[in-house]
Structures are given as structure tokens and as C-alpha cells.
Antibody, heavy 114, light 112 residues
């Protein structure tokens, strides 16, 4: 069974960074790229970027360049996303999703507050 | 960026009645491979999105055939032949042809 298990919700201070994880199981991690998607409160969905774990190649939405950094650890079948210089605009739920959007993680709620 | 325009914004449908959602893209979604990377997702309340349909009209495993997708180039439609209570939530179209990937703004389906 394919599963994407994301790390827990985060409460972070403005200006800080946060790194979240997405652990894949039930398939060969390096066979598929991984997307990250943002959902702001009560809003729709935005594509942040994609990482191809096999070759450590990333592609970002221009809007999130400098904000999000995608990495992957092939040894632990885990994808990571780090968000930097957080502001209230970054408060949202963040999802990982396998390349064809056929499987999604449960989401990480990030709250930026002092 | 490709703009995905979804209509209606919301829909109230009685059980057993049909429903239809439109998604129009600002440019053709036919890729260089000849394939059209248009997906439909459903996000039930409090849940992650779930893919229902990919490549315009292919149903995901376990999705009832009450759901169907159609369209081409820039004009796409999701139809539910007979709405059931479990269908409530927000439906999104998603294009995977052009970077950045973009979503429609969503259609909220309520049960009347």
C-alpha cells in the first residue's frame, strides 16, 4: 500500500524557518518525483515545486523560489521541504503528493505567529 | 502561467441528480507527447485532496463510474451522473502540462 506520511504540525515564529518531511512507503521512492502543494486557510491549492529523488533535481514555481527548498534522502525514502523567513502569509497546510498526484500526504499545518 | 477557470464556484445538488463542473484553461493542455494532462481532484472536508480522474477521462481505481471526465484542448468537464452524499466536498481541476502546474479555484458541491 502506497503511503506518504508527513511530519507533525508546526508553530513557528515570524522570521524563522521550518523543515517538514514526507516519508514514502509501499513503492520505490526513486521511481517517482514528489510534488509539494500549499493550501492557505480557506483557499485553493498552489503548486510549490517538484523534486526527482533519483537525480536530486528540482523544479520550482517562481513564486516560491527563495522561500521553499526541496530535498530528498534516498536512504530513508523521505522528501523534505524547508520554508525560510516565515511570515503570516506562509501560514497554511502543506501537502506532499506523488508525481501523478495519485497519492497525497495528510498535510502539515504551519502556523506562523509570535 | 496557465490560468484554470472553474465554474460554478458552488453547486447544490439533490441526491440522485446529476452535476457538472466546467474547467477552462488559458492555453491548450495538449503536451508535446500528445497527451493532455488534466486531472480532477476531490477534497472532502478535513481531508487531503484525492485524484478522481487523470488524462482528462481516465477514472482512478475505486472511483465509481458515476463520475466521468471529458474535454479537449482548453475546455474540460467533470460530470457526476447521480450525486450521492459521499460526493460532497470541493472539486479542483489541475493541469500538469505546463510549468508551473496550476489548479482551478475549486467548486464546492453541497447536498441539497
Amino acid at each position: 500500500e502506497v503511503k506518504l506520511q508527513q511530519s507533525g504540525d508546526e508553530l513557528v515564529r515570524p522570521g524563522a524557518s521550518v523543515k517538514m518531511s514526507c516519508k514514502a512507503s509501499g513503492y520505490t521512492f526513486t521511481d517517482y518525483a514528489m510534488h509539494w502543494v500549499k493550501q492557505s486557510p480557506g483557499q485553493g491549492l498552489e503548486w510549490i515545486g517538484t523534486i526527482i529523488p533519483l537525480i536530486d533535481t528540482t523544479s520550482y514555481n517562481q513564486k516560491f523560489k527563495g522561500k521553499a527548498t526541496l530535498t530528498a534522502d534516498k536512504s530513508s525514502n523521505t522528501a523534505y521541504m524547508e520554508l525560510s523567513r516565515l511570515t503570516s502569509e506562509d501560514s497554511a497546510v502543506y501537502y506532499c503528493a506523488r508525481f501523478y498526484f495519485d497519492y497525497w500526504g495528510q498535510g502539515v499545518m504551519v502556523t506562523v505567529s509570535s | 502561467d496557465v490560468v484554470m477557470t472553474q465554474t460554478p464556484v458552488s453547486l447544490s445538488v439533490a441526491i440522485g441528480q446529476p452535476a457538472s463542473i466546467s474547467c477552462k484553461s488559458s492555453q491548450s493542455l495538449v503536451g508535446t507527447s500528445g497527451k493532455t494532462y488534466l486531472n480532477w481532484l476531490l477534497q472532502r472536508p478535513g481531508q487531503s485532496p484525492k485524484r478522481l480522474i487523470y488524462l482528462v477521462s481516465k477514472l482512478d481505481s475505486g472511483i465509481p463510474d458515476r463520475f466521468s471526465g471529458s474535454g479537449s484542448e482548453t475546455d474540460f468537464t467533470l460530470k457526476i451522473s447521480r450525486v450521492e452524499a459521499d460526493d460532497l466536498g470541493v472539486y479542483y481541476c489541475l493541469q500538469g502540462t505546463h510549468f508551473p502546474l496550476t489548479f482551478g479555484s475549486g467548486t464546492k458541491l453541497e447536498i441539497k
